[in-house]
């Protein structure tokens, strides 16, 4: 009896020990699976009771169940306090600091080449141009030849072209679409084809890959007078009401007669400057009437329809009106740079 006694004592000591020591709601419950559990260390002393003189049983039993409630009690309250810090340890660290400063956010913006050619590409929807796309990697035909641009023509060095190993090109214009255009509908022809354009050319004004906008007009009795019509309108829609604009003859290929547009320096209004290189005007796009060669080529009649077309670079645009010196700021990515537009 009395070393079942003493088990029991000694029992309780270790529990209680135990109860104190576990910090979690999960280890202290496995500690009173071990001492009270139906296979604890509580249920395997008992098996001795049965050794005892029946007249000592009750009072072992009793004593056992004394320790038993104890034991739970003690357990419960363990497991109060570990779950009230529980909750305050996480209110504590869930809790918002209201007077912390707040965190900045970046907010991002179109890339000014993105928004210039957003705006010409509105400008000439309202003027009543469709918008039509054609592939980067060209083929030779449609970049040049379709162009008349035969081979060995010396124009073809102008283009500073980048060749792929199957023979095809990486577009150095936009022009091409002016015959993928032209194979695939009919006059009356009202477009313009925004796009990317190659070249292996790299300075302060140049950059092996930017934007160009075509355009191209094809019906009976269009004349250069509409071609000045259009371009006037939209070079004073796009930089200022008052912008003087000039039609210098030029030469391409795939125009006849040909032009080059220029406007009034942006900057010095005239007067002469760096950027214009002191002659008050810059040259803005390439333009013409579309030569009978082309026509002849995608076989509409050049007897019966006459048309323009015009060329220019977004980048440029994009320069002048954004007083921006250097193109190649452009495809740096430079954060602060273009934060600001
Ligand atoms: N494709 C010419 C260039 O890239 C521009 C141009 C287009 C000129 C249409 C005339 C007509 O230089």
Same mark, same amino acid.
């Given at each position: 009896m009395n070393e079942l006694h003493q088990k029991l004592e000694s029992l309780k000591g270790q529990a209680l020990q135990a109860f104190l020591n576990e910090k979690t709601a999960d280890s202290l419950y496995q500690m009173k699976v071990y001492f009270l559990g139906k296979k604890g260390l509580l249920t395997d002393i008992l098996k001795d009771l049965g050794k005892l003189p029946p007249e000592d049983r009750p009072q072992v039993g009793a004593?056992?169940? /004394?320790? #038993?409630?104890? @034991?739970? #009690?003690?357990? /419960?309250?363990? @497991?109060?306090?570990i779950q009230r810090t529980e909750v305050e340890q996480k209110l504590k660290s869930e809790s918002i600091d209201v007077t912390l400063p707040a965190v900045g956010v970046c907010k991002g913006s179109i890339h000014p080449v993105s928004q210039i050619l957003t705006e010409i590409c509105s400008l000439f929807a309202d003027m009543g141009f469709d918008i039509f796309e054609g592939p980067e990697i060209e083929t030779d035909y449609y970049n040049f030849e379709a162009l008349n641009i035969p081979k060995d023509h010396p124009t073809r060095d102008m283009h500073d072209t980048f060749f792929l190993p199957d023979q095809r090109v990486l577009r150095t214009h936009t022009s091409p679409v002016q015959i993928r255009l032209m194979e695939k509908e009919k006059p009356p022809l009202r477009m313009i084809a925004p796009g990317v354009v190659y070249r292996r050319d790299s300075d302060v004004t140049h950059t092996p890959m930017f934007h160009q906008v075509e355009g191209l007009v094809v019906d009976e009795n269009i004349t250069l007078a509409h071609l000045k019509g259009v371009v006037e309108t939209f070079l004073r829609k796009i930089f200022d009401s008052k912008t003087r604009v000039k039609f210098r003859p030029s030469f391409f290929p795939f125009t006849e007669p040909s032009a080059e547009v220029d406007i009034g320096c942006v900057f010095c209004k005239g007067d002469g400057c760096r950027v214009c290189k002191q002659t008050g005007w810059l040259e803005i796009m390439g333009c013409g009437m579309v030569d009978p060669e082309v026509f002849c080529s995608v076989s509409i009649d050049s007897e019966r329809y006459t048309g323009f077309a015009f060329g220019m670079g977004v980048e440029r645009i994009a320069m002048l009106k954004l007083g921006i010196d250097d193109i190649r700021l452009f495809f740096e990515n430079e954060i602060d740079f273009l934060k600001q537009f």
């Amino acid at each position: 009896m009395n070393e079942l006694h003493q088990k029991l004592e000694s029992l309780k000591g270790q529990a209680l020990q135990a109860f104190l020591n576990e910090k979690t709601a999960d280890s202290l419950y496995q500690m009173k699976v071990y001492f009270l559990g139906k296979k604890g260390l509580l249920t395997d002393i008992l098996k001795d009771l049965g050794k005892l003189p029946p007249e000592d049983r009750p009072q072992v039993g009793a004593l056992a169940n /004394q320790l #038993k409630n104890e @034991l739970e #009690k003690t357990y /419960q309250s363990r @497991l109060n306090e570990i779950q009230r810090t529980e909750v305050e340890q996480k209110l504590k660290s869930e809790s918002i600091d209201v007077t912390l400063p707040a965190v900045g956010v970046c907010k991002g913006s179109i890339h000014p080449v993105s928004q210039i050619l957003t705006e010409i590409c509105s400008l000439f929807a309202d003027m009543g141009f469709d918008i039509f796309e054609g592939p980067e990697i060209e083929t030779d035909y449609y970049n040049f030849e379709a162009l008349n641009i035969p081979k060995d023509h010396p124009t073809r060095d102008m283009h500073d072209t980048f060749f792929l190993p199957d023979q095809r090109v990486l577009r150095t214009h936009t022009s091409p679409v002016q015959i993928r255009l032209m194979e695939k509908e009919k006059p009356p022809l009202r477009m313009i084809a925004p796009g990317v354009v190659y070249r292996r050319d790299s300075d302060v004004t140049h950059t092996p890959m930017f934007h160009q906008v075509e355009g191209l007009v094809v019906d009976e009795n269009i004349t250069l007078a509409h071609l000045k019509g259009v371009v006037e309108t939209f070079l004073r829609k796009i930089f200022d009401s008052k912008t003087r604009v000039k039609f210098r003859p030029s030469f391409f290929p795939f125009t006849e007669p040909s032009a080059e547009v220029d406007i009034g320096c942006v900057f010095c209004k005239g007067d002469g400057c760096r950027v214009c290189k002191q002659t008050g005007w810059l040259e803005i796009m390439g333009c013409g009437m579309v030569d009978p060669e082309v026509f002849c080529s995608v076989s509409i009649d050049s007897e019966r329809y006459t048309g323009f077309a015009f060329g220019m670079g977004v980048e440029r645009i994009a320069m002048l009106k954004l007083g921006i010196d250097d193109i190649r700021l452009f495809f740096e990515n430079e954060i602060d740079f273009l934060k600001q537009f």
